[in-house]
């Protein structure tokens, strides 16, 4: 049974800090591509970050600079660093993993709001 379990979401101020994890189980995680995907109210999902088998990282325009995406194979488990946090960061985050077109599995998500 595949599961993808996210936490570290809550509330902080803007300019705060988070940082969210995911841990994997039922996956030969370290040959999945990992990501975060982000979905505010109303809108559709989206992605912020994603971390190749190899390491390689891509970012969302709105997050470069401020968000890390890290990931511990021996852990499985994939990180999302959020520094600088601003309002419009606010959404449900999901962590994704993916292993070419065949396997596409989906977290719960979790909460971050960024609000004063």
């Known amino acids: 049974q595949v599961q993808l379990v996210e936490s570290g979401g809550g509330l902080v101020q803007p300019g705060g800090s988070l940082r969210l994890s995911c841990a994997a189980s039922?996956?030969?995680?370290?040959?999945?591509?990992m990501g975060w995907y982000w979905q505010a109210p109303g809108k559709q999902r989206e992605l912020v970050a994603t971390?190749?088998?190899?390491?390689?990282?891509t970012y969302a325009d709105s997050v470069k600079g401020r968000f890390t995406i890290s990931r511990d194979n021996a852990k499985k488990t994939v990180y999302l660093q959020m520094n600088s946090l601003k309002l419009e960061d606010t959404a449900v985050y999901y962590c994704?993993?993916?292993?070419?077109?065949?396997?596409?599995?989906w977290g719960q998500g979790t909460q971050v709001t960024v609000s004063s």
């Open positions: 971390i190749t088998s190899g390491g390689s990282t």
């Open positions: 039922g996956i030969a995680f370290s040959i999945y591509a």
């Open positions: 994704n993993g993916r292993l070419g077109t065949a396997f596409n599995h």
